[in-house]
């Protein structure tokens, strides 16, 4: 069995001094916390969909083997969007991800009022047919 252990995000401020230096620069910290985990969960992809230079240059941070679990976009999952831009748009910023080998899948967190209706089921199948390639 093969476990990983990482954090729902990296760049956090309090982490400064603690877990992190106290001289890092923010740029620095997916770096230094890559030394010591060997996942994360992008937390950022959840409030915008990233340019996929920006998930590049986290990719290039990270040493072989690291993986990234991303967050579907609030839109996905809280608005229960089908617009088909939006999933274009997010499977392009992971791409980066895909081809280094490091993408691991999408963590959708949805709110507390999403219960298993129909609707809620079609949407869920709706998700899986969007991610079946990733």
């Not at 956090?12 to 010591?36: Q, V």
């Not at 089908?82 to 392009?92: I, M, S, V």
């Not at 992971?94 to 691991?104: D, H, M, N, Q, T």
């Not at 999408?106 to 507390?112: G, K, L, S």
């Amino acid at each position: 069995m093969n476990i990983r252990i990482g954090t729902s995000g990296y760049s956090f401020e309090d982490w400064i001094g603690n877990f992190y230096p106290a001289s890092i620069r923010k740029g620095d910290m997916l770096k230094e916390y890559s030394r010591h985990f060997s996942a994360v969960e992008l937390n950022s992809t959840y409030y915008r969909v990233p340019n996929a230079a920006v998930i590049a240059r986290m990719e290039e941070k990270t040493p072989p083997g690291f993986e990234f679990i991303i967050k579907a976009n609030q839109e996905m999952t809280h608005a229960a969007s089908r617009e088909g831009a939006l999933y274009a748009a997010f499977q392009q910023a992971i791409k980066p991800l895909v081809e280094a080998g490091k993408f691991r899948g999408v963590i959708a967190q949805f709110p507390w009022g999403f219960k298993p209706t129909p609707e809620a089921r079609q949407h869920l199948d709706f998700l899986g047919d969007k991610f079946a390639g990733v």
